[in-house]
């Protein structure tokens, strides 16, 4: 990833896969669920904060989403995979 003038990270890469790739539908899959997982953590830190004003770490957000055996985080091609979406939540 590249730094801009101002220091800010690069949140987003894009990356061109045609459609009659094999590889497209299951990168397609994983980035829908990518998306899930990060609006679901979000859900969840957003409510604790505007209900119980309190600040949910990554961590605790990633062992409720493995407990309540969400189908978005199931379905990630790997946990670490999944993991990882959430720590890039909770570093904003």
Same mark, same amino acid.
């Given at each position: ?18 459609? *009659?790739?094999? $590889?497209? &539908? ?8 990518? !998306?899930? /997982?990060? *609006?679901?953590? $979000?859900? &969840? ?8 004003? !309190?600040? /949910? ?36």
């Amino acid at each position: 990833m590249q730094k801009n003038k101002d220091m800010s990270t690069m949140r987003a890469e894009r990356i061109l896969i045609k459609s *009659n790739n094999p $590889n497209c &539908q299951a990168m397609r899959r994983a980035c829908r669920l990518a !998306k899930c /997982v990060f *609006n679901v953590a $979000n859900h &969840q830190i957003r409510q604790a904060f505007i209900h119980e004003n !309190k600040v /949910v770490a990554h961590s605790d957000v990633d062992k409720a989403l493995k407990k309540s055996s969400h189908d978005a985080y199931r379905g990630m091609p790997s946990s670490a995979s999944a993991q990882r979406v959430i720590q890039v939540l909770g570093k904003d």
